[in-house]
């Protein structure tokens, strides 16, 4: 049982409990007004802990944890990876947003069941994008497979649903946590719309290539600085 359900559970008793209490001979306005104090303080907890399980999928509060991981395991071999799924708009528009909600939140457990016992950790980066920060492993085709399984629903065979990965493997821990997850869009981004090789992996030749349009746009920005 998930901490959510047993809040949602405790929720429910208490909501029951405060209405035998309104329901009894001896109904009072200070048993009223309990009965409402109640109402809030469950609707507080229910805020308080969507807020807890949202921080999963918060993209700053992920780069902190993070960051924090590496400074306690400074040799440890990383993965970023990044999950992006193919034309998350169209599939919005064809089977409508609370369809694409399921689809996200299947995403976001199915990944995150894949890479905990590795001590691994999950986040959302937007809203079709989700980020993986594990220990070095060489599985990707495996977890892209397990992570797509079902993504289309129980009820059609439909492949609806496809993802596609981005892999900067062995991160370079010199660099900030947001610029690796950004060489990890990069390889996803080299791998959109294959059919064949869904899984994009950055290397240096794509090192060469980023590193030279950051030099291009350095150029640009000097020589509009210098009227040129």
């Known amino acids: 049982m998930s901490v959510f359900t047993a809040i949602v559970i405790l929720g429910v008793l208490m909501i029951v409990g405060g209405i035998s ?27 308080i802990i969507r807020g807890i399980l949202e921080k999963r999928y918060n993209k700053e509060f992920f780069f902190r944890y993070a960051e924090q991981f590496d400074q306690f395991h400074h040799d440890l071999e990383m993965d970023a990876i ?29 990944v995150h069941e894949i890479v905990q016992d590795s001590g691994g950790i999950v986040s ?28 289309s629903g129980e009820q059609t ?8 990965m981005g892999v900067y493997s062995n991160v370079d821990k010199t660099i900030e946590m947001e610029r690796r997850f950004d060489r990890a869009k990069l390889a996803a981004d080299m791998v959109k719309g294959s059919f064949t090789n869904p899984i994009g992996i950055y290397d240096s030749n794509m090192h060469d290539r980023e590193l ?5 746009i350095e150029g640009f920005s000097r020589a509009i600085a210098n009227n040129e």
């Not at 065979?157 to 596609?164: G, K, P, Q, T």
């Open 82 to 110: 990044l999950l992006d799924i193919n034309h998350f708009h169209m599939i919005n528009e064809r089977y409508g947003k609370a369809y694409g909600d399921e689809v996200l939140q299947r995403v976001g457990e199915k």
């Open 212 to 216: 030279y349009a950051e030099q291009l």
């Open 21 to 47: 209490l309104m329901a009894t001979p001896l109904l009072t306005f200070m048993s009223a007004g309990y009965f409402i104090i109640i109402l809030f303080l469950v609707w507080g907890i229910f805020g």
């Open 124 to 151: 959302r980066r937007e809203s079709d994008t989700f980020m993986v920060y594990c220990p070095h492993r060489s599985d990707y085709k495996a977890i892209l497979e397990t992570a797509s399984i079902g993504l």
């Open 157 to 164: 065979s439909d492949n609806r649903v496809r993802l596609r």
